[in-house]
């Protein structure tokens, strides 16, 4: 069997994919996530999933490794995750009655100098909020290590008008993108456990 790293320790990535019932590992990259601030968020999560896939991937030569980064991109301005929550508020602040990107960017490094990269882009649109209802969101604490300061598959899912796109995209990370690439890899799936 061949084993499979998702370089994350993100719970949103890996409830998705335990979904696939796939064995896997879980490993946090620990990479430097900073990029060039002349990247725009297409580029920057790009350059940041292979980062991380290529930083599993050297600790693990012979597994299939899975790298991913998300940014919101709102008209031009990037948004990462919110320092706090005042940052955090002023992010869906940007976001409330208007739409914006998700950019989430994947990569998959395998033996033998396997790479394939793939980016994923859905568009959002956000019901504005009265400043009372914006502060409760804000009390849930999902902003947390989230670009853009909201979570779908939580509360935050109130905040959406309308959702162009892969919904697992907006999650953390696009499946339908990952089965085609670990199908293009070579991986099967449905297999029944070895005894």
Not at 69 to 90: F, T, W
Request: aromatic share 6%.
């Amino acid at each position: 069997m061949r084993a499979l790293i998702l370089a994350s320790t993100s719970s949103a990535r890996r409830a998705l994919m335990d979904g696939l019932g796939l064995p896997y590992q879980a490993e946090a990259p620990g990479v430097d996530e900073d990029v060039s601030p002349s990247l725009s968020a297409r580029e920057a999560v790009q350059v940041l999933a292979a980062r991380k896939a290529r930083a599993v991937h050297a600790r693990h030569p012979e597994a299939w490794v899975i790298g991913a980064d998300q940014l919101v991109q709102v008209e031009s301005e990037v948004l990462a995750k919110p320092a706090d929550r005042d940052a955090a508020r002023r992010q869906l602040g940007k976001l409330l009655g208007h739409t914006h990107d998700i950019c989430t960017g994947v990569c998959l490094v395998g033996p033998g100098g396997h790479i394939s990269e793939a980016l994923e882009v859905s568009r959002l649109t956000f019901y504005p909020l009265a400043a009372e209802e914006l502060e409760r969101y804000l009390d849930l604490g999902e902003w947390q290590g989230c670009a853009g300061s909201y979570r779908v598959e939580g509360a935050g899912q109130a905040l959406l008008a309308r959702l162009e796109g892969d919904r697992t995209n907006v999650q953390g990370l696009p499946m339908l993108t990952v089965v085609r690439m670990l199908r293009e890899a070579g991986f099967s799936f449905f297999d029944r456990p070895t005894p």
